[in-house]
């Protein structure tokens, strides 16, 4: 598991709204993002997301993660600007 890429994947799903959304903004399958997701919440062992067959709204534990994996992200990419 790429713990990473899945926050990224995770991240991307929050702030388009839908898989189908990131996975056209990462360039990548609708099954390649839902398969990260499902791989971070059995690595986290929590739903970060409440599914319905309209929609995705976050759990409470998704949306503490999210906050969190926004600063994580963001802190390695300042990391790599300031490398490169």
Known sequence: MDRFENM???V???ET???SAAADRMDVAKS???RRLKELEEHLGVEL???TTRQ???TDSGRAF???SVRIL???LEAEHATS
């Open 56 to 58: 995705m709204n976050l």
């Open 49 to 51: 997301f409440h599914r």
């Open 17 to 19: 709204g839908s898989i």
């Open 12 to 14: 991307r799903v929050v």
């Open 8 to 10: 990224n994947a995770f």
């Open 32 to 34: 390649v993002v839902s």
């Open 66 to 68: 999210y906050q969190q």
């Open 74 to 76: 963001a802190d390695v």
